[in-house]
């Protein structure tokens, strides 16, 4: 291997990418799985994780982006018709071939794989190592959900435990101002929530997709500030999410007004920073695009895509449908619809069920057998509710981080990570170590 980075494809459209600036002859070999995002060479490049492991290692580092996604486009457009061949189980069978392939072009047959990935690559990387151990050495699946569930009302619970273990009267707080929209809702107070929200259009008259959308847009605002609990700029250098401890101080912060004020304050910053000037709330929007099968090779989306997965083989909805959260107004069935209006009547709630109830055999939920797989999750992070957070076997290790959000194990490193997190690193690396001698 002579480039030390390429950006590569086999069979013309699985798109990757190649790191061999640590690579020592012999060394293992890194292959980190994209999920439902697109692939990107920072990934590959960064101070990641990951990559400071291969550089400690002496390992070669493979991105592989996943069907579908990104410029990996088998088919050529996202037709329902085209996306029967968008599952997990085509993407194992896509990690698999790319293994094998790679290994016998480059020489690789003899060297231990790795196989890595957060969130649902994550999930990959382990359903890899379980159904295919002789092709992967080890795995490290980082806030990977194993278990698919249709209606997950337990995230919000997550959120609620995240908040409430970080400042009860920041919850209360929270669940003060979302009483107050929903009330506002049913007033059809629309034009006082059109400009307290900086809305884009105006509510369509009794829409319930139209204000349950609003509600889903505002509620995983909170959510994805629990999800992450991280700084994170866009690529404008604008902030895009901010930690619990920020979201907090302005929730409790009595000069700013009522609960409502404080949450619109912290909205109207959020827009202006990420969205220039309004929040898209409208729902025949979002049907139009999530409708839309065009590829969009210069600016690639993810929406429909995931979403198809979602209504085929995961679920994964968060609903407000427990008494244990501080939200209300997102019931399984505006999920449902949406499968129905995105994918046709076909997509509906017993479908779904079947779905899920078939992900959850094939790969077998919590109930993991093997060896040789670390799973990583941030105690703040609500997705580790459907993870692995207590140690299966000595070979089954899990590492439950204090106070981190998903997937942070992955991330950069910064010099203000936390005790937790650099310890969880470290002990990652070390179980690897040990696992490639």
Not at 6 to 33: Q, S, T
Not at 53 to 64: D, M, Q, T
Not at 66 to 85: A, I, N
Not at 111 to 136: C, E, M, Q, T
Request: aromatic share 14%; charged share 20%.
């Amino acid at each position: 291997m002579t480039d030390a980075y390429c950006e590569c494809h086999l069979h013309h459209w699985m798109r990757y990418f190649v790191n061999d600036a640590f690579y020592k002859p012999g060394g293992p070999v890194f292959l980190m799985i994209e999920g439902s995002e697109t692939a990107s060479r920072n990934w590959i490049l960064m101070n990641t994780t990951w990559v400071t492991y291969a550089e400690r290692l002496g390992a070669l580092c493979l991105l592989l982006e996943h069907r579908f996604y990104g410029l990996s486009q088998p088919t050529g457009d996202l037709s329902t018709g085209s996306l029967r061949y968008l599952s997990s189980r085509q993407a194992v069978a896509d990690i698999v071939n790319f293994r094998t392939e790679i290994a016998k072009t480059i020489g690789l047959t003899k060297n231990k794989w790795v196989v890595f990935g957060g969130s649902y690559g994550g999930s990959l990387a382990v359903w890899s190592r379980i159904k295919h151990p002789d092709l992967f050495a080890a795995a490290v699946g980082s806030s990977a959900p194993m278990l698919a569930k249709a209606n997950f009302y337990e995230y919000f619970e997550g959120v609620q435990r995240s908040l409430g273990t970080h400042n009860s009267e920041c919850l209360k707080a929270v669940k003060e101002a979302f009483d107050q929209v929903v009330e506002m809702l049913k007033r059809k107070y629309y034009s006082k929530l059109k400009s307290d929200f900086m809305l884009c259009k105006t509510f369509k008259f009794n829409s319930v997709m139209d204000t349950t959308y609003l509600l889903d847009r505002l509620i995983m605002l909170v959510g994805f500030t629990v999800q992450y609990n991280m700084n994170r700029k866009n690529e404008k250098g604008h902030q895009i999410l901010i930690r619990i401890e920020d979201f907090c101080d302005s929730m409790t912060n009595s000069s700013l007004g009522s609960p409502y004020y404080r949450f619109i304050r912290i909205i109207q910053s959020v827009v202006k920073e990420e969205y220039s000037c309004c929040l898209a709330a409208n729902y025949d929007d979002k049907l139009k695009t999530f409708s839309d099968t065009s590829i969009y090779y210069h600016n690639p989306r993810k929406g429909r895509q995931w979403f198809y997965q979602c209504c085929t083989e995961f679920g994964f909805f968060k609903t407000t449908d427990s008494k244990d959260q501080p939200f209300n107004g997102l019931p399984l069935s505006y999920y449902v619809q949406q499968c129905s209006d995105f994918f046709g009547p076909k997509f509906n709630l017993d479908s779904l069920n079947m779905g899920v109830m078939s992900t959850n055999l094939y790969y077998r939920g919590f109930n993991v057998k093997g060896s040789k797989i670390i799973f990583s999750s941030g105690s703040f992070d609500p997705w580790h509710i459907l993870g692995i957070t207590k140690d299966i076997s000595k070979d089954l290790p899990a590492i439950f981080i204090k106070g981190e959000g998903h997937c942070s194990d992955l991330s950069e490193r910064r010099d203000t990570d936390s005790a937790e997190l650099i310890q969880a690193r470290e002990k990652i690396f070390h179980i690897l170590q040990k696992w490639l001698k």
